[in-house]
């Protein structure tokens, strides 16, 4: 049910001559194939961008037809009111179908390898509505498939044409399940210590904008994405105008973080002391978030399964000078793919020379703080592997312990993180089940290296989802979400326990041997 995203990663737009993106082609063709194996009670229609791509799919399905046997090629000549049809763009109208697939087609060149800014009839006047037409047909689910994704669209390109503004909208809420977007607003910055920071990044080389709005709030300063220009790396907080501006310590040093947080934004803060003091050491650090960050966005969208429930369209009010556009999201539950735990790529800074028990307290404490936001809730063991192994270090004895716990201590103290017993997470965050079967720390799947508020979020959707659960069908569910896939016998104990403690406080009910939610 739902929207879905698939990206081709290796699909190459052939602009010169035929026009055609045929990797992605065949993906779509073969994604035809499995639709007739597997769902042949629903209808379906292939929706194409282009009359050349309508063409290389149906060439690409006709190889794949000839081998076909019979039980399988018959769904091509049933659903009698609703025929399976592969249509171009401008042809699709009131044809709705159980199932559309969209094959976009454009994407990076055969040549140059960028996105060229041309997207047939979404360019043209009325392309918003071509769209919502297309987005629109699918009456249980529609799957996208495309070659680039909305990070590849330069916003001021779409800026000026709604067909591709609606469209660059459109792939984002598919990627990501996330309607709001953030962009550039052009106006000046709020101080001379901004301006300072925004200089200095540029001169290492950064693309840096300037007052970013999202949702009513606007980022002093974001680092863009050079490779992806719809993209930001990073959304950089200064203790400008909009800190002073607030009206309490808690609006100022945690709300604004956790909503922007809760919109996918990776934030790092930088104090207006910290920087007239220290300027290449907070500089330093800085460009180790931004590389960090970009590795954390490949790692994560290479991994990414998208499953969206919830069918959308493109909506648009005119106003007298503007034009307000966005996408309507129908009333419906989002089934989101698995999730996969990502450990902390951390970057010793290239002005550090000492030893990480010499190191500044002030750039440990970045650095542990940069681990918790990616891992967290993670132990505290993990948090001092992790700078262990920036600095190359094979062991941490006492010392480099102590000092990674002490720069733990001050960012619980200024409430940057918060410990649950040996764990370390951060503020307001909900924990997420993640899967532990692809991570390189092995300690990472011992029990009492196992977040307890991890598993508890594990045991109560298991629950939910079955409407009931023995503790033996907890236990095995729990460990092979948590990524295990041979549940020993302290990890057994590890995950009763919890079951255990939240039986007592009444989120679980023991109802003859079986667990429930009480209602």
């Known amino acids: 049910m739902g929207l879905r995203f698939h990206h081709v990663s290796d699909g190459l737009f052939d602009a010169g001559s035929t026009r055609t993106n045929p990797t992605e082609a065949k993906i779509v063709a073969e994604a035809i194939v499995q639709h007739a194996r597997e769902h042949a009670n629903l209808s379906l229609g292939v929706a194409a961008f282009s009359a050349a791509q309508r063409r290389a799919i149906l060439d690409q399905l006709e190889l794949l037809r000839r081998t076909l046997p019979p039980d399988v090629e018959a769904f091509f000549q049933s659903h009698y009111s609703e025929p399976f049809f592969v249509k171009n763009l ?39 509505r071509r769209l919502n037409v297309l987005i629109s047909r699918a009456k249980q689910r529609c799957e996208v498939f495309a070659s680039m994704t909305d990070e590849d669209i330069d916003p001021d390109f779409a800026s000026s044409r709604k067909g591709v503004f609606a469209f660059r909208l ?29 200089r200095a990044l540029q001169a290492r080389g950064y693309q840096v904008h300037a007052q970013v709005g999202l ?20 959304g950089i907080e200064c203790d400008g ?95 989101q793919g698995p999730a996969y735990y990502v450990e902390a790529a951390l970057e010793r800074p290239a ?30 063991d993990e948090v001092i592997s992790r700078l262990r192994d920036a600095w190359g270090v094979k062991r941490a004895g006492g010392r480099i312990q102590e000092v990674v716990r002490g720069a733990a201590r001050i ?12 764990f370390l997470s951060m503020p307001d965050r909900v924990p997420v089940v993640r899967d532990r079967s692809q991570v390189n720390s092995q300690a990472l799947r011992r029990a009492e290296m196992l977040p307890p508020a991890e ?48 039986r007592l406080k009444g989120e679980l009910v023991d109802q003859a041997g079986v667990l429930t939610i009480p209602v």
């Open 351 to 380: 002005h550090c020379e000492t030893e990480i028990h010499e190191t500044p307290i002030g750039i440990l404490t970045a650095l542990v703080e940069q681990a918790v936001d990616v891992e967290g809730p993670v132990h505290v």
């Open 241 to 335: 105008a909009a800190y002073h501006s607030a009206r309490s310590a808690r609006d100022r040093d945690r709300l604004r973080q956790s909503v922007l947080e809760s919109h996918g934004w990776m934030i790092h803060r930088i104090w207006s002391t910290d920087w007239f003091q220290r300027p290449a050491e907070q500089l330093d650090l800085v460009v180790a978030k931004i590389e960090a960050a970009k590795h954390e966005y490949d790692l994560s969208a290479s991994r990414r399964t998208a499953s969206r429930a919830v069918p959308v369209e493109v909506v648009s009010v005119e106003h007298d000078d503007f034009t307000e556009m966005g996408l309507e999201q129908a009333k419906g539950t989002v089934a």
């Open 90 to 128: 401008e042809n699709i109208q009131g044809d709705e179908r159980d199932v559309i697939f969209i094959s976009v087609g454009y994407g990076p060149t055969t040549t140059g390898g960028r996105v060229p800014m041309r997207f047939g009839p979404l360019g043209s006047e009325g392309g918003e």
């Open 411 to 422: 960012a619980i103290e200024q409430d940057r993180i918060v410990q649950t017993g040996e």
């Open 455 to 502: 598993i508890s979020v594990a045991v109560l959707d298991i629950v939910r989802v079955n409407l009931g659960a023995t503790a033996d069908q907890i236990v095995q569910a729990v460990s092979r979400a948590l990524g295990i896939k041979v549940t020993s016998a302290v990890v057994r104990n590890a995950i009763l326990s919890i079951v255990e403690e939240l």
């Open 170 to 198: 459109f792939l984002h809420y598919a990627r990501t399940g996330r309607i709001t977007m953030a962009e550039s607003t052009g106006r000046d910055h709020d101080s001379v210590f901004e301006e300072q920071v925004a």
């Open 215 to 234: 949702a009513g709030f606007f980022i002093d300063l974001a680092v863009a994405d050079l490779e992806r220009p719809g993209r930001y790396l990073l």
